[in-house]
């Protein structure tokens, strides 16, 4: 995934956060935004004016519900789509570049989050990536049809063919609909062979599943 950064002091150090639960990012792949709560409409305009560099992070809950704990990894990244409609909100697309650790939030005056990232042990994200040792497309299809049969989805399977490993297994990571906790898990793997073996495995769980409900990996 080339990108402007080589390594994790390329980039900023202290990043704006859009928590957003259900939302992934992950690097390479793009998240499309529709931003109309003036905070982030704020937020949107100040990045803008600088590196264009947005942290996408999950909660955890807590007391507080207007200021909700922050999950501790998140994916930072840089606006490259950017609309302003007429009713004054914005459409963006994020392009994920990095994975970060928050290393702590900052007391700040802006009306959105700001935290300090620490990006070292995710720097691997900012090379190209590396598809998985022995990826065997037929039963990851395999299991990605019995899932999508079972939720009553459907995907273009031409492109799911053909489609390299990396931007397969990522690109299903962010748009199936799994639960908050899923998507963090799919999120926090270290490697991408690590992401691909837990998207196995939510796939099979949820084709195992009777409609009761969803299941929860956490």
Request: charged residues 25%; negative net charge; hydrophobic residues 45%.
């Given at each position: 995934m080339p990108t402007g950064y080589r390594k994790a002091s390329d980039l900023p150090q202290v990043i704006p956060v859009f928590p957003l639960d259900g939302a992934l990012l992950l690097p390479g792949g793009q998240l499309p935004l529709n931003i109309f709560e003036p905070r982030y409409l704020n937020m949107f305009d100040d990045v803008m004016a600088g590196e264009r560099m947005i942290g996408m992070v999950q909660t955890r809950g807590g007391d507080d519900e207007a200021r909700p704990m922050l999950a501790p990894v998140g994916c930072v990244g840089r606006v490259t789509s950017f609309a302003e409609t007429s009713d004054g909100r914005y459409l963006v697309t994020l392009?994920?570049?990095?994975?970060?650790?928050?290393?702590?939030?900052?007391?700040?005056?802006?009306?959105?989050?700001?935290?300090?990232?620490?990006?070292?042990?995710?720097?691997?994200?900012?090379?190209?990536?590396?598809?998985?040792?022995?990826?065997?497309?037929?039963?990851?299809?395999?299991?990605?049809?019995?899932?999508?049969?079972?939720?009553?989805?459907?995907?273009?399977?031409?492109?799911?063919?053909?489609?390299?490993?990396?931007?397969?297994?990522?690109?299903?990571?962010?748009?199936?609909?799994?639960?908050?906790?899923?998507?963090?898990?799919?999120?926090?793997?270290?490697?991408?062979?690590?992401?691909?073996?837990?998207?196995?495995?939510?796939?099979?769980?949820?084709?195992?599943?009777?409609?009761?409900?969803?299941?929860?990996?956490?």
């Open positions: 392009t994920g570049v990095c994975r970060f650790h928050i290393g702590e939030e900052l007391p700040v005056l802006t009306p959105y989050r700001q935290v300090r990232a620490r990006f070292a042990t995710f720097e691997a994200d900012l090379q190209e990536g590396v598809v998985p040792d022995a990826f065997e497309r037929t039963p990851f299809l395999s299991a990605l049809r019995r899932y999508l049969d079972h939720r009553g989805l459907d995907i273009d399977w031409a492109s799911a063919e053909g489609a390299p490993a990396d931007a397969l297994i990522n690109s299903l990571s962010m748009a199936l609909p799994f639960e908050p906790g899923e998507k963090q898990l799919l999120l926090e793997a270290l490697s991408l062979a690590d992401r691909r073996d837990a998207l196995i495995a939510l796939l099979e769980i949820d084709a195992a599943m009777d409609d009761d409900g969803p299941p929860s990996i956490q």
